[in-house]
């Protein structure tokens, strides 16, 4: 279970065409509660998993505004109605290339709000996909 | 354990749910290699990946789906799992107004048609259900 790529994922995303249109599938799972890190302004902070990351949730969609992405859906997860899985939220996030994917997480903007995203999440799958055409 | 069909309890609970506000339905999907229609089905013996045969299931659904107000929200083929080790093909989330929508997009009279393309094509799947949790902008 992981909250950050492999050195290997990271480098494979980095050999594909860094123009092309992506979606990014995010299956959440949060911390029952916060763990926010010696040192962090909100370190003791009693709040759950769920509140941090929707701190960062937050300040996240400000910069995807900013880089041109789009947040296309998130939604809360009470049921699994086939499979196994255990997943808190999932939310999907269209970005108008890999380099603005990349260019993003490399921000300084984006260093200063991801402690919310290491407090609350105890881990994710990260699915990139390419669009195929729409069913209907 | 991979998974085809909810079981009967899953299925109870998704029905039973008093929540009546919109839905999406977040399909994890695996494709078989190559597709498995049965004897007696018209594509039987075609050599073509699941994918295909899953696509038309997809077609489908989305146009019996939109009879009742359902809309499809992403279909998209896996680049690579850039966070964790699963193992999936694609990503298809479709969007109904309600629950009742979703369950009559199964009973639609088209259904015993298109879920022969399903049969044919999905190897396993997870299916997740969830409750929007920003403004809709659709």
């Known amino acids: ?136 | 354990m991979p998974a085809f069909q909810p079981t009967a309890d899953q299925f109870r609970a998704f029905r039973d749910d008093p929540y009546d506000g919109p839905i999406a339905q977040v399909n994890i999907l695996k494709f078989r290699v190559k597709t498995e229609y049965k004897p007696g089905d018209p594509e039987y013996g075609k050599d073509e990946p699941g994918r295909n045969a899953y696509q038309r299931y997809a077609d489908a659904f989305g146009k019996a789906a939109a009879e009742v107000g359902g809309q499809c929200l992403l279909m998209g083929q896996t680049e690579r799992y850039f966070i964790g080790d699963g193992d999936w093909d694609a990503v298809m989330v479709m969007h109904f107004p309600n629950r009742k929508a979703f369950i009559a997009t199964l009973n639609h009279e088209t259904y015993q048609d298109m879920h022969r393309h399903r049969d044919a094509g999905l190897l396993c799947q997870e299916l997740i259900t969830t409750r929007p949790s920003i403004p809709e902008t659709e």
């Open chain 1, 1 to 136: 279970m992981a909250i950050e790529p492999t050195t290997e994922q990271t480098a494979a995303f980095l050999n594909r065409d860094q123009d092309e249109t992506i979606v990014m599938v995010n299956l959440l799972k949060f911390k029952d509660k916060a763990t926010y890190a010696e040192g962090t302004a909100e370190h003791g902070e009693d709040v759950s998993g769920a509140a941090a990351y929707m701190r960062y949730g937050v300040e996240v969609n400000k910069i995807l505004a900013k880089i041109g992405a789009t947040p296309l859906f998130a939604g809360a997860a009470p049921n699994m109605m086939i499979g196994e899985g255990d997943w808190d939220m999932v939310a999907l996030v269209r970005y108008p290339s890999r380099a603005a994917m990349i260019g993003m997480t490399q921000s300084a903007e984006y260093q200063a709000i991801h402690h919310h995203r290491e407090a609350g999440l105890d881990h994710q799958d990260l699915v990139e996909v390419t669009e195929l055409q729409a069913p209907a």
